[in-house]
């Protein structure tokens, strides 16, 4: 079975930009969750999704936006680039909301915002 | 809102030996605690979890520990290898949603040959 599959790998913006990250979670796979990863933060909720409602938000601000389609695959954008959102963002799925559903990490997209 | 601590930061041991990651919550209500191993360019891996209502669980060389009462988690790793040499996440979840995890700050984990 495949695994999480995030488009692009790598990233490259400048600030000011808007950025679309995409993520295609395990066949079968319901839930969608996103997280922020950076030296000084370590690992961040962002949100999650689920039959393509949000169930959870997390501390960021509303430059920060999701959604999840009929297929379960997601995006996540980000509005006008601060060179603090260089980061890795990493998307994870789980076969529904719960925590008897462990989450399945993609190998990220790496942001750089100059 | 849910913290957990993760300790320590880092940790070398020489091949064969154990390695011992501990960490600790505050919010009673999360009763998932997976483990996580992050290799260089890769998203983190689950490795092991356990649930509240479970004091121990073991998998091969990997076991974790949970004390509710004193809100605190461990993983064990014996006989460690190089290639267990990574990043090493816990995380804490509410009982209704894993999604939205807490994790710790994460333990790079050395292994010598």
């Known amino acids: 079975k495949a695994g999480v599959t995030q488009t692009p790998r790598y990233l490259i913006k400048t600030r000011g930009q808007q950025v679309t990250l995409s993520c295609s979670p395990i066949?079968?796979?319901?839930?969608v969750s996103w997280y922020q990863q950076t030296p000084g933060q370590g690992l961040q909720f962002l949100f999650e999704?689920?039959?393509?409602?949000?169930?959870n938000k997390g501390n960021f601000p509303g430059r920060f936006s999701g959604r999840q389609f009929s297929n379960s695959r997601s995006e996540m954008n980000v509005s006008t680039l601060e060179l603090g959102d260089s980061a890795l963002y990493l998307c994870?799925?789980?076969?529904?909301?719960?925590?008897?559903?462990?989450?399945?990490f993609g190998n990220g997209t790496r942001l750089t915002v100059t | 809102g849910e913290n957990v601590e993760q300790h320590p930061s880092t940790l070398s041991v020489q091949e064969g030996d154990s390695a011992v990651i501990k960490c600790t919550y505050s919010?009673?209500?999360?009763?998932?605690f997976p483990w996580y191993k992050q290799e260089l360019g890769k998203g983190p891996q689950l490795i092991i979890d356990?649930?509240?209502?479970?004091g121990e669980k073991k998998d091969q060389r990997i076991a974790v520990t949970l004390n509710k009462t004193a809100k605190h988690f461990s993983l064990h790793i014996t006989e460690t290898q190089p290639e267990d040499s990574a990043v090493y996440f816990c995380?804490?979840?509410?009982?209704?949603?894993?999604?939205?995890?807490?994790f710790g700050d994460g333990t790079t984990l050395t292994v010598k040959p």
């Open positions: 995380a804490a979840s509410p009982n209704t949603n894993a999604g939205k995890s807490t």
């Open positions: 999704y689920f039959s393509e409602t949000q169930r």
């Open positions: 994870a799925s789980s076969l529904r909301t719960g925590s008897d559903s462990p989450l399945h």
């Open positions: 356990i649930r509240s209502n479970v």
């Open positions: 066949s079968g796979h319901r839930s």
């Open positions: 919010d009673s209500a999360s009763n998932y």
